[in-house]
Structure formats: C-alpha cells, structure tokens
C-alpha cells in the first residue's frame, strides 16, 4: 500500500511538470500559428514538440495506478 506522502509527493511532481509542459505547449502552438516563416523541417520538428507534449499531459493526467 502506498503511503499518504508518497501520494502527495507524486502529485507535486505532476503539478510541478505540469507548469513548465504548459508553457512548452503553448510557445509551440504559437510558433505554429506562423508556419508559413519556417522552413518544412523546422514545422516538422515543431508539430512533433506539440505531439510529444500532449502525450506527456495525458500521462500526467491520468489518475494514479491502482495499488
């Protein structure tokens, strides 16, 4: 069974890497309303920023495992 501080310090830990991936994600939408000034490989490697991090939101989302 986990321990009550073992629960808290995971939900600092998400809540702590949920701030900077927030930021992440939204520099890089942003940066993706421009498109156009970039060249594909830049836009390429922009839209895979965005993807990787979504995929870490909904990891960080997710409710815990169940013990």
């Not at 986990?2 to 701030?19: E, Y």
Request: proline share 7%; aromatic share 2%.
């Amino acid at each position: 069974m986990a321990s009550p501080q073992g629960g808290d310090a995971l939900n600092t830990l998400r809540h702590d890497l949920s701030n900077p991936l927030a930021a992440i994600l939204a520099e890089t939408q942003l940066l993706l309303l421009n498109a156009e000034r970039f060249d594909e490989e830049t836009v390429a490697g922009l839209k895979q920023i965005e993807s990787l991090a979504r995929k870490m939101r909904q990891i960080l989302q997710a409710p815990p495992p169940a013990a």
